[in-house]
T-cell receptor, first 114, second 113 residues
Framework: EAGVAQSPRYKIIEKRQSVAFWCNPI?????LYWYQQILGQGPKLLIQ????????DSQLPKDRFSAERLKGVDSTLKIQPAKLEDSAVYLC????????????FGEGSWLTVV | GNSVTQMEGPVTLSEEAFLTINCTYT??????LFWYVQYPGEGLQLLLK?????DKGSNKGFEATYRKETTSFHLEKGSVQVSDSAVYFC????????????FGSGTRLSIRP
């Protein structure tokens, strides 16, 4: 079974530029998550989708971050404009009731804002 | 609210030493508990889990027991190896209409040969 796929793995941008990350969850997983992990901290949930609907986006900085999952499969997370403090690893994860609700993570997209 | 508190690192041990990383939680309802591991340059991997009180999760020589009376889920390993060097995250999972997982801040473990 293929895991959660993310791209790009690494990205360096200047502040005020924009960036987009893509995620393809495990096949059949209805729930998709985007987490932000700042160096030295635990992952923080940014947004959670159930199929193509948003379940929780309470910690998403909506003035600069947006995410969509239009067809209920893959998802895109966008940052525009980026700030220095957005430097982090962006982790995509997915889960399914059929897999016992265990959450599986991708390898992450490492963002550096300079 | 729901939260996870884990032992601050870094933790440095010699190879074959006994390992304990403490984790306590606060949660409403009946969460599941997890330990995730993150090796250098890699994503998070599920190490073990327990879904109800008194369950013991185990994997790769690591163990943790879900203790409801002390709201704890401490990670243990009898004899660590250099390859166990990583960051370990304790987490709790909440299930209503969909899963939600809340992480602790992580504990960095370094094993000396």
């Amino acid at each position: 079974e293929a895991g959660v796929a993310q791209s790009p793995r690494y990205k360096i941008i200047e502040k005020r530029q924009s960036v987009a990350f893509w995620c393809n969850p495990i096949s059949g997983h209805a729930t998709l998550y985007w987490y932000q992990q700042i160096l030295g901290q635990g992952p923080k949930l940014l947004i959670q989708f159930q199929n193509n609907g948003v379940v929780d986006d309470s910690q998403l900085p909506k003035d600069r971050f947006s995410a969509e999952r239009l067809k209920g499969v893959d998802s895109t997370l966008k940052i525009q404009p980026a700030k220095l403090e957005d430097s982090a690893v962006y982790l995509c994860a997915s889960s399914s009731t059929k897999s016992g609700n265990t959450i599986y993570f991708g390898e992450g997209s490492w963002l550096t804002v300079v | 609210g729901n939260s996870v508190t884990q032992m601050e690192g870094p933790v440095t041990l010699s190879e074959e030493a006994f390992l304990t990383i403490n984790c306590t939680y606060t949660a409403t309802g009946y969460p599941s508990l997890f330990w995730y591991v993150q090796y250098p340059g890699e994503g998070l991997q599920l190490l073990l889990k327990a879904t109800k009180a008194d369950d013991k999760g185990s994997n790769k020589g690591f163990e943790a027991t879900y203790r409801k009376e002390t709201t704890s889920f401490h990670l243990e390993k009898g004899s660590v190896q250099v390859s166990d060097s990583a960051v370990y995250f304790c987490a709790l999972g909440l299930y209503s209409s969909a899963s939600k997982i809340i992480f602790g801040s992580g504990t960095r473990l370094s094993i000396r040969p």
